[in-house]
């Protein structure tokens, strides 16, 4: 009697401790991404593959206004897939149902073509608009539509630069306050800080953000002409007020999305330095149009990045040699033979095989980063938001970043109740012996 109550004491912390191994298993590796003097890190590693993608800068502003708003006639639209941003469809997934059917097919296509990294988010003032009268008025289901891009982001190995704001025209869009948000004493740049702030805090855990862009092309010929007026050491110190000003909110990257060269900033090191290299953000940046193919015009960048200690990120890059445009493939091999790491492309067009004109692409045999356990895409009552009416969605779906495959987590989730099970009836079976035991 003693030795059967001392193998199933024995027995019962192993079940304890199988249990808890199987329910960690189910976190996988994290895909973090840092940076530490001019290297940006996956993990805490310098990564094997360089972060190549594109820009999209209405991906993010339909899905607000299909999945949030319950406009579900722009369900789909985005600048990237299945045509460039020029065709008559705007770039349509039909895969759109739900937030979550369309984010699939979204990064199964980034990854498709090979892309690891999208700049994603307001690159002016309808953008900027969108998602912080999303995160004002609906933010639980704005919270949840960006969490679901999150996870289907890393599910497929692909990382974001999120856009908070951006202008290519003047006035610049307020946040609700008064004033220019280039103007630092001004409600409207106060409520800028704030919703980044905010943005940044609720979005920490999440490993899919690569790096935040704070403000797309604050320094755009439209924003020089009515604002800054030529007066680069005025724009250097308000790049500098929100680097200082969002500083404390996230661990992850941040960066700033200058254009770097147009008529308030030339083709310079001191202007690369007054206009990114120099303001405080953990990542340099510039955007170039062109069709010049001259490697200094790639290689001087990283150069001048390199000596301020940063990382570069090409924030934009095509070839304006033709319309629509097409990639600078001879920009991108420059890049990369100059020590460069990181490139979103203005567009896919000029792309092996682009536009993609399949069907559904499937989950990933195995998720490279985290996961989604409702991933059945063919399956119409996938548990998703889909918040036509623009209420409040349960913040609960899709929050569990590093979940893992629907098949996968099926299997564990039964192993873990049966070996639930097995402890319980284990420690009814060592109660009843030791009440008998006592009996005799």
């Not at 855990?205 to 862009?213: F, L, P, V």
């Not at 998703?384 to 349960?394: S, V, Y």
Request: a negative charge; one cysteine or more; aromatic letters at 10%.
């Amino acid at each position: 009697m003693v030795a059967m109550i001392t193998a199933l004491a024995l027995l019962l912390p192993g079940v304890i401790i199988a249990s808890e191994a199987s329910a960690a298993s189910e976190t996988s590796a994290s895909g973090r991404v840092t940076v530490s003097g001019t290297d940006i890190l996956i993990d805490g590693e310098v990564p094997e593959e360089k972060f190549f993608g594109v820009v999209d800068t209405t991906a993010l502003q339909f899905a607000i206004m299909a999945y949030v708003n319950g406009d579900m006639n722009v369900a789909g639209k985005n600048s990237v897939f299945n045509g460039p941003d020029t065709s008559p469809d705007g770039g349509k997934i039909s895969q759109n149902a739900t937030a979550n059917d369309f984010w699939h097919q979204y990064f199964a296509l980034m990854k498709y073509y090979n892309c690891n990294l999208v700049r994603i988010g307001a690159g002016d003032t309808w953008g900027s608009s969108l998602q912080y009268e999303a995160w004002l008025n609906h933010r639980e289901a704005y919270t949840s539509l960006l969490k679901t891009m999150c996870e289907e982001a890393m599910e497929h190995g692909v990382w974001l630069c999120f856009v908070l704001a951006g202008s290519q025209e003047y006035p610049t869009y307020q946040f609700g306050g008064e004033g220019s948000v280039f103007d630092t004493s001004s409600s409207a740049y106060s409520n800028y800080i704030q919703y980044c702030n905010s943005m940044m805090s609720i979005l920490e855990n999440e490993n899919a953000i690569a790096m935040y862009d704070m403000f797309n092309e604050p320094d755009h010929n439209n924003c020089n002409t009515n604002y800054w007026n030529g007066n680069k050491q005025a724009f250097s110190d308000w790049a500098s007020a929100v680097a200082a000003d969002t500083k404390d909110s996230s661990t992850h990257p941040r960066t700033m999305g200058v254009a770097g060269l147009g008529n308030l900033f030339g083709w310079s090191k001191e202007d690369f330095g007054l206009s990114t290299g120099n303001v405080g953000f953990e990542i340099a940046h510039r955007h170039y149009y062109a069709s010049a193919k001259d490697s200094s015009l790639f290689s001087q960048p990283e150069e001048w990045a390199n000596s301020y200690g940063l990382p570069l990120l090409w924030g934009e890059l095509a070839d304006n040699s033709v319309y629509p445009l097409i990639r600078h493939t001879f920009g991108e091999e420059a890049i990369w033979d100059a020590g460069g790491q990181a490139i979103t492309s203005m567009v896919l067009t000029g792309t092996d095989g682009y536009p993609y004109t399949g069907g559904t692409l499937p989950d990933p045999e195995t998720p490279v980063f985290g996961g989604n356990q409702n991933n059945d895409h063919n399956n119409k009552g996938d548990d998703t938001i889909n918040n036509p009416g623009g209420n409040n969605a349960d913040d609960s779906l899709n929050a569990g970043q590093g979940s893992i495959d629907s098949g996968e987590g099926g299997e564990s989730k039964g192993s873990s109740a049966s070996l639930a099970a097995i402890s319980l009836i284990a420690a009814i079976v060592i109660a009843i012996m030791l009440f008998i035991a006592r009996k005799q």
